[in-house]
């Protein structure tokens, strides 16, 4: 779709979608991370809230694993704003991706089990998880996002403010797209979407650049952002990379090396939390078979599907076989297209980057990358357990939404 211009101003546009929000719920909530994004959103709802003596609720989703920095704003924040406030600090155990290594997949933030080696003591205000009866310890971040909206509107008309923008990723642009493509929006505005039960998520800021961003700070001095990203600035780093999420993710771990040059005390305790991190730090950046970036060559005597089975023998037999199961699906899927034959070992670079056709070196490099969802095949991380649980209950009318 292309983009149409118009002469209302983005900031306008978000206050005029925070005020309409405020028109027609009770009930609102914001994610809030102690990013760039959600601390304008922050701000910009407060601004809304303080004007109509209203309280609105703030979740964070702790991971444990995060800069200093960001707490430090996080409270600061959270004490400019205290009078209009139902702060939810959720320091629960939360399952997340861990691609640094093949023999840990999955991470857990505060797990009770790997207390002497947590990143850092949960905050003096952490909630009291006995207050939220949807949680189980150990479940995935994606399912207790949802299961939170849910509790919190407690069947009531609900809105929760998201601060993610269009413009920083493809995936977070079909976040927004996808679910207004089958019309599942809050007063047909494009701005939102229907989550579950009464609950829509309000995207604010949907429109906005990251230049956006850094125009309202420069705007609005008295208003605080998070200095981490001076210190990124200072290291070199583009604002299009400069993002605050958990260090060992599939795409966030390209930013793990930072942690030891501007914060060197929470970079020893991140290395010590989770295996692969310091390996995974030092090759990220690193070109060739270490991380199965840009040009990979194959070691003497190998044919690709040579080197990949090796490299899937190396692994522990719980991920082998999941990646067995995820080659097995790729070939499928290619032979239900009609391809002839046997898969090539390799094909043109250019082909395969854009994932017109199969290779086995396609797949070797996603064992080179610890790419355990595949998502260099076009395959895709699949619901939780406890989530399927939870449609299944939805789909026989125990649940309501």
Known sequence: MIKQYNETSVLQAARDRISETFDHFKKIYLSYSGGK???????????????????????????????????????????????????????????????LTNFEPQWCAWDEEAKDIWVREKPDRASDLSQYDFYVPKMEFEEIMVLFGQWYAKGEPCAAFIGIRADESL????????????????????????????????????????????????KYQDKPYNKIYDKMQMAGVKLSQQRLCQPYGDDQKQGL?????????????????????????????????ISGNRKVTLPDGHTWKSFTNLLLQSLPKKTQEHYRHR???????????????????????????????????????????????????????????AYKKFKALKATGKLKG
């Open 37 to 99: 994004d959600s601390t304008v959103m922050f701000h910009l709802i407060m601004d809304e809230a303080i004007k109509r003596n209203r309280t609105v609720g703030v979740v964070l989703f702790d991971l444990e694993a995060q800069y200093k920095e960001t707490i430090d704003h996080s409270e600061l924040m959270f004490d400019m704003y205290k009078d209009n406030i139902d702060l939810h600090w959720f320091c629960g155990e939360i399952k997340l991706r861990n691609a």
């Open 171 to 218: 995936h977070r642009y079909c976040a927004i797209a996808t679910w207004q493509k089958k019309g599942l929006m809050f007063n047909n505005r494009r701005w939102s979407t229907k989550v579950i039960d009464q609950v829509y998520n309000i995207y604010p800021i949907y429109d906005w650049r990251t230049e956006d961003i850094w125009r309202y700070h420069g």
């Open 257 to 289: 090396w930072l942690y030891h040059i501007i914060e060197p005390d929470t970079w020893f305790k991140l290395i010590a939390r989770v295996n692969g991190a310091n390996s995974g730090a030092l090759y990220i950046r690193e070109s060739g078979n």
């Open 327 to 385: 080659f097995k699906k790729f070939l499928w899927g290619w032979k239900q297209r009609g391809y002839p034959g046997e898969i090539p070992d390799q094909a043109p670079h250019e082909l395969e980057s854009k994932c017109w056709v199969p290779s086995w070196r396609r797949m070797g490099r996603c064992l080179l990358r610890n790419d355990y969802w595949c998502k260099g095949l076009g395959q895709t991380q699949p619901k939780s357990e």
